[in-house]
Each structure stands twice: as structure tokens, then as C-alpha cells.
């Protein structure tokens, strides 16, 4: 699936949590890949394999009250842009704990073979700090499939913390969502809080393998009947351009209405607009 390529990173990456061999760089937390070497030169901290096309490299912090979406696109600017021609990739966003981290990457051709470069920027306690990767082969799966037994984890050790900051910054995004319609409140954030906590520890945890590793790009084409597809631009943790324009795109009768400014909430931001859509499209 497209995502596959902008997580490669979160195999190593592990939030202040006790592991055998660890190390650390701030105030994260991981494994570095076995046999890797590391160097540490002008402030960052490097691990490269000893052959083949793999680097990891961390990126001192920096003070910042940005969006995490912001300071990725600064972080890619400052060290990837300068050498890798091309717009910016649009990266996914994900509340763990107490950070926000922006997901993105893109596939280049090195020394003859494709090569997933990604960068994970952790936003969070009035700091910032990136971690850029570049990995070939079949390591960017494997290395997605760990990061998301990462985030399993966290919903494992601490659902209520997990959930409210996902709705407030993600799900919902609060602060884009005060220009919406319908601005979200904390009574919604809460309501959905208390709907979410109903599921069942084994539901929440296939979800995610659901989302994350599963791909359904095939099954678009089965589809036969006239299909509506609403979605807003604004969509944090699912990026319009890598998801539902690629579905109507797949859909033979599929019709995309894309709301200027809506978050992943826009069933309750863009209720109005949402309902009289509906009405139309049935109508017609």
C-alpha cells in the first residue's frame, strides 16, 4: 500500500521504555538494527549498515510551537530538499503519548536500486526533533510492520491517554476544526472519548493490522454502483491525495466531493454540508 513507504523508520523507534541494548538520543527511545554501526559527529548520531544502502540519522531538537506537519516540511526542506528535487510528500500524522509524530517519504532510484527515504518528525513539549532514514529491499515492510507492533503497544498501555490526545490533535483536530461549521467541543471530544472505550482491547489491536497492513486498492474495482465520496483536505491521518482520490480514481462511478478545510471529523464539522450532499447524491 502507498503508506508502506513513509514508515520505515518506526522499526527501531521506541518511546521511553526499557529495552535490552537500547540507546537513546534525547528524549527517544530505541533499538538500533543489528550489526549497524554508529558515529556520532556534529551533533547527530548516525547508524549505517556495514553494507549494502541503510542510514539512520537524528536530528538534535529544536524549540518550536509548530504543527507537526509544519516542522516536517522544515526538517525535509533543511535535509533532504537541498539535494532531493521535488515537492515535499505529505506525511501522516499520529498522536502517541505525549508527541505528535509526522510520517513521510518518498522512493528514489540510488546507485541502481529503489530506495525508501523517510523522515519521522516528533513534535511535542515545546520541542522538535527528526529522524531521517533511507533503507532498500524488503526492509521498509518489515520495518512498518514493527513500527506499527509500536503503536499497538501504546494503545495496550495506556487506551484513555492514547485516545484523547488522537481525537483532540488527529481525529478531530481541534484547532483546524475552530474554523469549521461546526467548531468541535470538548463535550464531542469526551462523547467520542466514551465511544471508543467501548471497544474491546483484541478490536482496537486488529484494527490497526486492519489499516495498517492490509491493502484494498484491488477490491475498488469490484465496485459497481454509483458511489459518493466526501473528504476534507485538512484530513490529518488520512492525506486526501493518497486515499480518496486514488479511490475515485479507482471507482468507475465514483463521484469525489473534497471540503475545503475539513479535518478526519468532518461528520460532525461539516454535518450540514454533509446531509444535503447525501441528499443529492441520492436523488440523483
Request: aromatic share 8%.
Amino acid at each position: 500500500m502507498p503508506t508502506i513507504l513513509c514508515t520505515s523508520l518506526f522499526a527501531v523507534l521506541i518511546f521511553a521504555t526499557s529495552v535490552a541494548f537500547a540507546d537513546t538520543f534525547e528524549f527517544l527511545t530505541f533499538t538500533p538494527p543489528p550489526g549497524w554501526t554508529k558515529q556520532v559527529s556534529n551533533n547527530q548520531m548516525v547508524y549505517r549498515r556495514p553494507n549494502g544502502i541503510g542510514m539512520i540519522s537524528f536530528i538534535p531538537s529544536y524549540q518550536t510551537v509548530g504543527l507537526p506537519a509544519d516542522e516536517f516540511a522544515k526538517i525535509w526542506a533543511g535535509h533532504i530538499g537541498t539535494t532531493l528535487r521535488g515537492p515535499t510528500p505529505p506525511p501522516q500524522v499520529e498522536r502517541i503519548g505525549s508527541y505528535t509524530v509526522a510520517i513521510g517519504g518518498t522512493k528514489v532510484n540510488a546507485q541502481g536500486t529503489m530506495t525508501t527515504i523517510s523522515l519521522v518528525a516528533f513534535v511535542g513539549q515545546g520541542r522538535a526533533v527528526g529522524v531521517l532514514g533511507m533503507a532498500a529491499g524488503d526492509d521498509a515492510e518489515r520495518e512498518l510492520i514493527a513500527f506499527f507492533d509500536t503503536l499497538k503497544d501504546g494503545l495496550r498501555k495506556d487506551r484513555l491517554g492514547f485516545f484523547s490526545g488522537l481525537l483532540r490533535d488527529v481525529f478531530y483536530d481541534v484547532q483546524t476544526s475552530a474554523k469549521s461549521t461546526v467548531p468541535v467541543s470538548q463535550a464531542v471530544v469526551d462523547w467520542s472519548l466514551q465511544m471508543a472505550m467501548q471497544a474491546s482491547i483484541r478490536a482496537l489491536i486488529e484494527s490497526v493490522d486492519a489499516f495498517g497492513k492490509e491493502d484494498f486498492t484491488a477490491d475498488l474495482a469490484a465496485v459497481e454502483v454509483p458511489t459518493l465520496i466526501l473528504h476534507g483536505n485538512a484530513d490529518k491521518p488520512v492525506p486526501l491525495e493518497l486515499t480518496a482520490k486514488r479511490a475515485a480514481a479507482a471507482i468507475k462511478q465514483a463521484k469525489l466531493i473534497v471540503y475545503p478545510g475539513a479535518t478526519h471529523g468532518l461528520l460532525v464539522t461539516e454535518r450540514e454540508r454533509v446531509t444535503h450532499d447525501l441528499l443529492e447524491f441520492l436523488r440523483a
